[in-house]
């Protein structure tokens, strides 16, 4: 048998077109009681803060200096310029969780999932998927959080991200969100229950309770 490794946690990555619905099956992710094994990972910010939106919970809120600093310093995880302003998840939180043998959730936009791949392949991304463009621009123009011209903008963007979704591993449709939160939550089982992945530490524990 090979030498026992303890199970670390899983990095699942959630990305999707601005107003698919990633925050919301994420956060409902997070609330799930079952699922208390789950971190969400905060990512740091150069925007200014939404009404209700608070520093430490929603985002990180930096000035560009400090955020570039921490570029200088290596300290993200992947960051990205997203319409003017600079996204990026911090690493060491990251690491520490997963070492811990928790799970983190992170939730950024294609670019940074892109780079996430690149450094840290053995993520698991789902991509989340509007229904349509007409469902999107309603989504977006209900949510009374950006001007015309940046709802524009993000439309024309969301071509571009769908097309990125053979980088995947997984995809969830978004049309009823119950039935969206469920494909996610059965995802995220799914990956915890691989044998290739997990079977030294299943024996492990089943010989334990000899």
Do not use: H
């Amino acid at each position: 048998m090979k030498e026992y490794v303890p199970r670390s946690g899983e990095l699942f990555v959630v990305s999707g077109p601005s107003g698919a619905g990633k925050g919301t099956i994420c956060r409902r992710l997070m609330e799930d009681p079952e699922e208390d094994q789950l971190m969400l990972s905060v990512s740091a910010t150069t925007r200014a803060p939404r009404e209700g939106e608070v520093d430490g919970v929603n985002y990180y809120f930096l000035s560009r200096e400090e955020f570039e600093k921490r570029i200088e310093n290596e300290e993200f995880l992947e960051y990205a310029e997203v319409y003017g302003n600079l996204y990026g998840t911090p690493l060491q939180p990251v690491l520490d969780t997963l070492a811990q043998g928790k799970d983190v959730l992170l939730e950024i936009d294609t670019q940074g999932a892109a780079k996430v791949k690149g450094t840290y392949p053995e993520g698991i991304f789902l991509f989340i998927l509007p229904p349509s463009m007409r469902v999107l621009r309603q989504r977006l123009e209900g949510r009374g959080t950006d001007t015309q011209e940046v709802i524009e903008r993000r439309l024309a963007n969301t071509k571009a991200e769908v097309e990125e979704i053979g980088m995947y591993d997984y995809y969830v449709l978004n049309d009823d969100l119950e039935e969206a939160v469920a494909t996610a939550k059965s995802i995220l089982r799914a990956e915890r229950t691989r044998v290739e992945k997990y079977a030294l530490d299943l024996i492990r524990k089943f010989e334990e309770e000899e």
